[in-house]
């Protein structure tokens, strides 16, 4: 099966900026999308921001469109997350996702078809 594992979540001032990063290994189903999904206690998940590996396409919630930027990496199998201009309200704990399908947005969000693979998260905590 496929693993996914997050890593660079912290705390930072507003404005600040941070890089995740999600290391995918093993194997599985196929990976056609990866991407960032984030939640905060109490609401509901929120796509973030997804790329499409066959193509390089990506897809943004309207929220951090402008600001947070998806990459990949497919010799080390790493996909990065690049947060810029962070506010108070991206506090969250991030989660590294895998799917077999398409990314796509569902309404003003970043959706990924056919998930089957969730990282542990790692959590960002941005300070006013």
């Known amino acids: 099966q496929v693993e996914l594992a997050e890593s660079g979540g912290g705390s930072v001032q507003a404005g600040g900026s941070l890089r995740l990063s999600c290391s995918a290994s093993g194997r599985g189903y196929e990976i056609n999308c990866m991407g960032w999904f984030r939640q905060v206690p109490g609401r509901e998940l929120e796509g973030v921001a997804a790329l499409y590996i066959p193509d390089g396409s990506t897809v943004y919630a309207d929220s951090v469109k402008g600001r947070f930027s998806v990459s990949q990496d497919n010799a080390k199998k790493t996909l990065y997350l690049q947060l810029d201009r962070l506010k108070p309200e991206d506090s969250a704990m991030y989660y590294c996702?895998?799917?077999?399908?398409?990314?796509?947005?569902?309404?003003?969000?970043?959706?990924?078809?056919?998930?089957?693979?969730w990282g542990q998260g790692t959590r960002v905590t941005v300070s006013a």
């Open positions: 996702v895998a799917g077999s399908g398409r990314c796509t947005m569902v309404g003003a969000t970043a959706w990924i078809n056919s998930a089957h693979a």
